[in-house]
C-alpha cells in the first residue's frame, strides 16, 4: 500500500515516514498542499494523509481537489484544529482524525482505509 503524506512539521513528517514505512507501507512525504497534489497526480496512491494548515494550500482544498481527480481516493485528514473545520467542505471518503493522537489509533484507521 502507498500512502501519501502532506505535512508542514518536518519533525511530525519524519515521525509519518519512519512509522508507516515500518509498518510496510510505501510512503511519499510532501511538505505543502501544492508539494501533495503534485506528487498525487503521479499516480499509484492508495490513500492521502493532510494535515489541515499547511502552506501553499490547506488540506482541505488539497482534499478537495483530488476528490474531484477521484472520487473514491480514500483521505485522512489529522490536524488540531478538527473542531474549526467547515464539513460541509469534507469529501465524502475523507476521514479526520484529532491532533494529538495515539500510535495505535492512527494505524488502526489506516487500517480501516486500506480495506
Request: aromatic share 6%; proline share 5%.
Amino acid at each position: 500500500m502507498k500512502i501519501l503524506v502532506a505535512e508542514d512539521e518536518p519533525e511530525l513528517l519524519r515521525f509519518y515516514k519512519v512509522l508507516l514505512e515500518d509498518q510496510g507501507y510505501e510512503v511519499v512525504a510532501t511538505r505543502d498542499g501544492q508539494e501533495c497534489l503534485d506528487a498525487y497526480r503521479m499516480g499509484g496512491i492508495d490513500l492521502v494523509i493532510l494535515d489541515h494548515r499547511m502552506p501553499r494550500m490547506n488540506g482541505m482544498e488539497v482534499a478537495k481537489e483530488i476528490a474531484a481527480m477521484n472520487p473514491s481516493q480514500k483521505l485522512l485528514m489529522i490536524t488540531a484544529y478538527s473542531g474549526i473545520l467547515d464539513l460541509a467542505q469534507k469529501p465524502a471518503n475523507m476521514k479526520i482524525m484529532p491532533k494529538p493522537f495515539e500510535v495505535d489509533d492512527l494505524l488502526s484507521v489506516i487500517g480501516e482505509l486500506s480495506k
